[in-house]
Nanobody, 118 residues
Framework: QVQLVESGGGLVQPGGSLRLSCLAS????????LGWYRQAPGKQRELVAT???????IYADALKGRFTISRDNARNTVFLQMNSLKAEDTAVYYC????????????WGQGTQVTVSS
């Protein structure tokens, strides 16, 4: 059983920053890559960034340099630091836990709204 609970979303002005957190629980979390996806209205869910327990990261190309993902394995928590936010970053941000294997498994949080607006 995996549970993912996001926090830290909200309303921020363009150019501002937000830090999202996701607390993961479950016996398999240490074997999972943790990550963030986002879904804007009328658009498909898209990758933001992922990080393995060893610290290897993958970012969406368009977000490199503005967003930083990090992970605290002792607290089973993944963070997303978002800087220089733009209106187009407005979306629901979802925490994801990916357990590799055949078949692989994906688990999702409930999502947290991020709105960038003046």
């Amino acid at each position: 059983q995996v549970q993912l609970v996001e926090s830290g979303g909200g309303l921020v002005q363009p150019g501002g920053s937000l830090r999202l957190s996701c607390l993961a629980s479950g016996s398999i979390i240490s074997r999972c890559a943790l990550g963030w996806y986002r879904q804007a209205p009328g658009k498909q869910r898209e990758l933001v960034a992922t990080i393995t327990s060893g610290g290897s990261t993958i970012y969406a190309d368009a977000l490199k340099g503005r967003f930083t993902i990090s992970r605290d394995n002792a607290r089973n928590t993944v963070f997303l630091q978002m800087n220089s936010l733009k209106a187009e970053d407005t979306a629901v941000y979802y925490c994801n836990a990916h357990l590799p294997g055949w078949p692989s498994s994906d688990y999702w949080g409930q999502g947290t709204q991020v709105t960038v607006s003046s």
